[in-house]
């Protein structure tokens, strides 16, 4: 059973994870990308759960230990952070206020993933188009397919001709 002094604890302990700066996208939380999944708190610790943008993310660990450093500072102690695969992240799981830090810091916000079941298709080469975050011109073309971390690609808009970067639908 769950009272209210455990919603409390349970909510505090959110809001502070929720407050953990993405290591790769430092304008965004963890909460705003979508990858912290929940926070539990029990009579004698705390687990707060936590889901990769992709398999191999190399930021999983500086994550883990970020909202480890996060939750301790707020108090609680003997903290857990467990990784959970599936249901698998998609880029639809970034919130309305984190695409608007993303345009805000000059980089597109992903457009809506692919859906569906069964296999899904590998595409290889230049992600599609972004609209660019400085204009809002849709005459972009792109330029690389990675950017500062894999999961951005180059582009270049050809309105204001303005170089930028685009977070890739997953």
């Known amino acids: ?53 992709y398999s191999g993310c190399p930021a999983m660990r500086e994550i883990g230990l970020d909202v480890r450093r996060r939750l301790e500072a707020a108090g609680f102690e003997n903290v857990q952070v467990a990784t959970q695969l599936a249901p698998a992240w998609t880029s639809d799981w970034i919130t309305e206020a984190g695409r608007e830090k993303l345009q805000a810091a000059g980089i597109a916000p992903p457009s809506a993933a692919r859906t569906g079941t069964g296999p899904v298709p590998v595409t290889l080469g230049l992600p599609a188009s972004a609209p660019c975050p400085h204009c809002g011109s849709s005459d972009t073309s792109h330029t690389a397919a990675f950017g500062a971390t894999a999961c951005r690609s180059l582009h270049r808009c050809h309105t204001c001709g303005e170089p930028f970067e685009a977070v890739k639908a997953i």
Do not use: S, Y
Request: charged share 20%.
């Open 1 to 53: 059973m769950v009272t209210a002094k455990a919603d409390t604890l349970r909510g505090a302990a959110w809001d502070a994870a929720a407050q953990t700066p993405d290591p790769e996208l430092p304008m965004l939380t963890l909460a705003d990308l979508g990858i912290l999944r929940d926070v539990q708190e029990f009579h004698d610790h705390v687990v707060a759960t936590i889901t990769p943008t």
